[in-house]
């Protein structure tokens, strides 16, 4: 009796009475227009004495001449041999087509929470100070320091839930944890609801299943090696959908137009050092600034050394985890209306208000999704949809989380230069001066001198220091212009967000 071995994916085993065909390599699903394999032959009493060959089985002419070639090689008649080979093609074809059935119908497996893990997450939902508490986990889940940034993260990621979702950039220098940072907060994701992608090409998005990105967090390590897909990626965040047309051959060989599209909507983020590059897609995402004080490198370093020392809990990291994963799994697709925001307005000092606005509105948005279990339901009287309302208590965090993104934007300076500004004046603040050399700047930052130049030029160039002209040094000596500026700028957005939620509240 004939058989078809196809346990091993990589080496299908073909066996007549007389010949075994190996098919190494596995089969392509790509194409029904072809069958090219990577076949050995021998006899069955003589495996290693065999003829390897690549051939497309579609190929008539290359058939034939492989038939002939083999009954030379294997002293065996074409008769035989052409019948064994017809025989395979038919098994590969069923094979391949019941391959592509099961691949059609591949759908991501949901998650089914016990009694218990769904009465824990609901219980966790229904608390009281939901995003206290929710920040504390994150924490206790070993994310170290980031207390703002990683709530915001953790709230742009839940929005991928909604129609439409948030997304994020973070910036960093180089080994400052961005990425740790990005990826530690993915995993408090359901697994099914991300995908995380290191290596992309021009036309990677292109070519996923229709529906399979749809509401998922698509997570990109780093920014600077994925040039060619920015822009498919800009469009799938703007527009929820991206299509390419594609040509393949059609019966005949004659070629014929294709129309490829993925569905979204999706919430991205992303990782990268070079704020001033990705500036069209920076415009559709929240910025979110590493910290990288020296009070956060020490906790950091703390933690590491109790790691090694066998101090930390980690099964308690991964219950963290767990429970803020099945939380996840409990928040459903469903409408917000913000009954407050035609009165809700953006401090004047920040650039590109348009998409600022629509950024803070959402964010609103998003932080009463993840209070759904807490918020009664209401049903539109026309449409009969159902929907929950934000409250002042949502606008109130919304507030208190994104001041600091509200104050980057804001800013004439890049948050490279700010962070180098902010960390200058605190030195000259203790060292109860107000003139400095480029020179002890670079020894007491331990920065290199092109860094320092760009930050020095820069802060000249916006008016935030001066040359000093009056002292002679061995170096050029500045000063600073405003010591104040920062806290000026903070005190107007602290002062403009307050003002219309006091007006709300008075009003309510």
Known sequence: MNSFNTSNTNHFIYSTELLEFHILGGLS??????????????????????????????????????????????????????????????????????LLDVIENEEA????????????????????????????????????????NRLLMYLIFTSRKMEN???????????????????SIAELIPQEDRLSLTSLSSNSFYYFKKDELKHKLVLIEDLDGADDVLYPLRELQTKKRITKSVVQKGIGGQGKTKN?????????????????????????????????SEQQDERIMEYQRKMSAG??????ELLSEELLQNVQRLLKPIRVINPFAEHLMLPKSVFKPRRTNAHYLQFIEAITFYHQHQRESKFDTQTGEEYIETTLEDIRYANELLKPILLRKSDNLNGATR??????????KKKQDIVFTNAEIRKEFRIAESTQRRHQLKLQAEGYIKRRTDIQSDSFVYEIIDNDEFGNLENSINKALGVCLDKLVKAG
């Open 419 to 428: 962070n180098y500004f902010e960390r200058l004046k605190a030195y000259l």
């Open 260 to 292: 490829l599209t993925v569905e979204g909507p999706v919430s991205v983020a992303g990782c990268t050092t070079k704020e001033s590059i990705y500036e069209d897609n920076s415009n559709r995402s929240f910025l979110l600034y590493i910290d990288e």
């Open 109 to 148: 497996e949901e998650y089914l929470l016990s009694k218990k893990e769904r009465r824990s997450a609901m219980d966790f939902l229904k608390s009281q100070n939901l995003l206290e508490k929710t920040n504390k986990y994150i924490g206790k889940s070993g994310v170290i320091g980031e207390e703002n």
């Open 311 to 316: 101090k930390i809990d980690v099964e308690q």
């Open 29 to 98: 699903t790509f194409g029904l227009d072809r069958l090219r394999v990577t076949v050995k032959v021998n006899k069955r009493d003589d495996e290693f004495h065999a003829l390897r060959h690549n051939i497309d089985l579609y190929n008539a002419n290359g058939v034939e001449k492989f038939v002939r070639k083999l009954a030379e090689f294997l002293e065996v008649g074409t008769s035989i041999i052409r019948r064994a080979l017809q025989e395979l093609i038919s098994k590969l074809e069923q094979y391949r087509l019941e």
């Open 165 to 183: 979702p948030l997304h994020c950039i973070s910036f960093g220098s180089s080994g400052s944890g961005k990425t740790h940072l990005q990826s």
